[in-house]
């Protein structure tokens, strides 16, 4: 009972600490790097935390099937915004467009039927899409404190390329969702 309202605190925490991670991310001095890196760490982790705490302890809540996804989309899209911002030639302007575009239709779609009174689980693709991203936005922040001129290059390209791919692929299971049931 203790842990009750412990997964969506943690939920909520990401959205709180988002506008920090980005603040201490425009500083761009090694120190602020560092921190930026270990606040977003600490943010990733809790998205794992605090989808195990409320499984083992039957904490799903209503309020949980919308704060947690929103709180994945704000955090990683606030990465992808931050490394835009350092790196426009790596991370496109139209990639941020289709992570965000993507994004919004799922969580459009999984207001839509919270609304009606109907569950949308997340895919499994659309759960490894998330942690995919928040490993490419580690990889870039490790190597934007340590070696931020390799970023440059087309080996992290392709990564943002290949992580776009994984985005698009995995809206594909809400939009068959969409057609197979079509009389929502």
Not at 4 to 17: A, E, G, M, T
Not at 20 to 36: A, D, G
Not at 115 to 131: C, V
Not at 164 to 177: D, N, P, Q, W
Request: net charge positive; proline share 3%; charged share 15%.
């Amino acid at each position: 009972m203790q842990f009750k309202y412990l997964p969506n605190i943690l939920s909520f925490s990401r959205i709180v600490i988002t506008p920090f991670f980005i603040i201490i991310m425009l500083k761009n001095t090694f120190y602020y790097k560092v921190c930026s890196f270990f606040i977003f760490s600490i943010a990733s982790l809790s998205d794992f935390l605090d989808g195990y705490l409320a499984r083992k302890y039957n904490n799903i809540s209503k309020i949980g099937k919308y704060i947690d996804p929103l709180a994945d989309k704000i955090l990683t899209f606030s990465g992808f915004c931050m490394l835009h911002s350092f790196y426009p030639e790596v991370v496109k302007l139209w990639m941020l467009f289709i992570i965000f575009s993507r994004d919004l239709f799922v969580m459009i779609l999984r207001n839509y039927l919270i609304n009606n009174r109907k569950t949308l689980e997340t895919s499994f693709i659309a759960k490894i899409k998330t942690l995919l991203q928040i490993i490419v936005i580690h990889i870039f922040l490790l190597f934007h404190i340590l070696y931020p001129a390799l970023i440059e290059t087309t080996y992290f390209y392709f990564l943002m390329l290949f992580t776009v791919a994984i985005t698009i692929v995995s809206s594909f299971t809400y939009l068959r969702f969409i057609r197979i049931n079509e009389n929502y």
